[in-house]
């Protein structure tokens, strides 16, 4: 079946500029997340949701990112006047159920490479 | 917080050779390690995962070892192929909370033909 896909794969951006980047977990997948990947570095934290319900955020760099999923299926990463430093890559990733004890593999989309000049 | 660390940086080899790729875990909470191939531009891919109440898993030409312990685990692959050259990266989670990966910095592993 289909995997998870985001768009746009490449956004440039310029600094102030708001921007928002869009995640299509697979479907029937209650399970989100969003990582950010500095070039050369391992995907970072940024924040979860179970369903709707945004469950921990606690790795947003800072309050212009924001994220959302609220019918619980498609979810929208939001960065808010842009800076340089918030060059990466955005990945989403999505897990079938992760409060079921069962499967904690995270299936990862390919990603939104963000350049702000 | 939860820190991954992985060594080494980059390693090459030669095609047929193995290779060897170390992590080491802070939080002893832990209990699901997977490992994760990413090709240039490419999305993440999971090649093997572990949970902690195993000590090794092996998956063809891939196994990955855990060391509840000593805190780490291993990745080894076996008679490496060119197409196995790629960034590798291990992780680690606990099953309950809010079961974010925690990332390692990744191997850069070069098959040399």
């Known amino acids: 079946g289909a995997g998870v896909s985001q768009s746009p794969r490449y956004k440039v951006a310029k600094r102030g500029q708001d921007v928002a980047l869009r995640c299509d977990p697979i479907?029937?997948?209650?399970?989100l997340f969003w990582y950010q990947q500095a070039l050369g570095q391992g995907p970072e934290f940024l924040t979860y949701?179970?369903?709707?319900?945004?469950?921990?955020k606690s790795g947003l760099p800072s309050d212009r990112f924001f994220a959302e999923r609220p019918e619980g299926s498609v979810s929208t990463l939001k960065i808010q006047r842009t800076q340089q430093e918030d060059s990466a890559v955005y990945l989403c990733?999505?897990?079938?159920?992760?409060?079921?004890?069962?499967?904690?593999?995270?299936?990862f989309g390919p990603g939104t490479r963000l350049l702000v000049l | 917080g939860e820190n991954v660390e992985q060594h080494p940086s980059t390693l090459s080899v030669q095609e047929g050779d193995s290779a060897v790729i170390k992590c080491t875990y802070s939080?002893?909470?832990?209990?699901?390690f997977p490992w994760y191939k990413q090709e240039l531009g490419k999305r993440p891919q999971l090649i093997i995962d572990?949970?902690?109440?195993?000590g090794e898993k092996k998956d063809q030409r891939i196994a990955v070892t855990l060391n509840k312990t000593a805190k780490h685990f291993s990745l080894h692959i076996t008679e490496t192929q060119p197409e196995d050259s790629a960034v590798y990266f291990c992780?680690?989670?606990?099953?309950?909370?809010?079961?974010?990966?925690?990332f390692g910095t990744g191997t850069r592993l070069k098959v040399l033909a």
């Open positions: 990733a999505s897990s079938p159920d992760l409060t079921s004890g069962i499967q904690e593999t995270q299936y």
């Open positions: 479907s029937g997948h209650v399970s």
């Open positions: 949701f179970q369903n709707e319900a945004q469950l921990d």
């Open positions: 939080d002893s909470a832990s209990n699901y």
């Open positions: 572990i949970r902690s109440n195993v």
């Open positions: 992780a680690a989670t606990q099953t309950s909370g809010t079961y974010k990966y925690i």
